[in-house]
């Protein structure tokens, strides 16, 4: 079945700088990769997504990158804000979708 | 338009004893899935359901069972639970295709 690997699993930033999440997969039929950002006791809410037919998208600070040939993909926040500061979850899709184990993010004023 | 909505939000459980979360939405999605959200762990698939009368095993089925009682309703049944059910669940649904998931709020389960 499918894998989501998801790197690093804690980031520290100061305000203002670059954050990046990387993420692989293991199933070459997975055709959709979401991003989710959850705050500390709060459901998970979609931030971004990107499917399989577009290498790199991007939505204001946000922007997701695609490798299919290599099976990873990555999120990255620029000038990065306190209220950034929460857990992301990768996730890949074809049939369903399973998540990345997740990355604590924390943006220091 | 309420989303997707669970019940209960907090529950607590003796070893062995049963329960039922409940979850229903009004966007009239096709999928919805049933999560289990530990520490460190993200967010582990238990069962989905692609569309009303059908359902699907995810990554950590064992102990659970599911019923897509609608298009509406998705249920998730602990008929013996275990301390290593203690966890947070989680009700999505979504869109036909590999669409943006809509969570619920979340069950806080405790098995002692």
């Known amino acids: 079945g499918e894998n989501v690997e998801q790197h690093p699993s804690t980031l520290s930033v100061q305000e203002g700088d670059s954050a990046v999440i990387k993420c692989t997969y293991s199933d070459s039929a997975s055709n959709y990769f979401p991003w989710y950002k959850q705050e500390l006791g709060k459901r998970p809410q979609l931030i971004i997504d990107i499917r399989s037919n577009v290498g790199e998208k991007k939505d204001q600070r946000i922007a997701v990158t695609l490798n299919k040939t290599a099976k990873h993909f990555s999120l990255h926040i620029t000038e990065t804000q306190p209220e950034d500061s929460a857990v992301y979850f990768c996730?890949?899709?074809?049939?369903?979708?399973?998540f990345g184990p997740g990355t604590s993010l924390s943006v220091i004023p | 338009n309420a989303g997707v909505t669970q019940t209960p939000k907090f529950q607590v459980l003796k070893t062995g004893q049963s329960m039922t979360l409940q979850c229903a939405q009004d966007?009239?999605?096709?999928?919805m899935y049933w999560y289990r959200q530990d520490p460190g762990m993200g967010l582990r698939l238990i069962y989905y359901s692609a569309s009303e009368g059908t359902t699907d095993k995810g990554e950590v089925p064992n102990g659970y069972n599911v019923s897509r009682l609608n298009k509406r309703e998705f249920s998730l049944r602990l008929e013996s639970a275990a301390p290593s059910q203690t966890s947070v669940y989680f009700c999505?649904?979504?869109?036909?295709?590999?669409?943006?998931?809509?969570f619920g709020p979340g069950t806080r389960l405790t098995v002692t």
């Open positions: 999505a649904s979504s869109g036909q295709e590999p669409y943006e998931q809509y």
């Open positions: 996730a890949a899709s074809y049939d369903k979708v399973i």
């Open positions: 966007m009239n999605h096709n999928s």
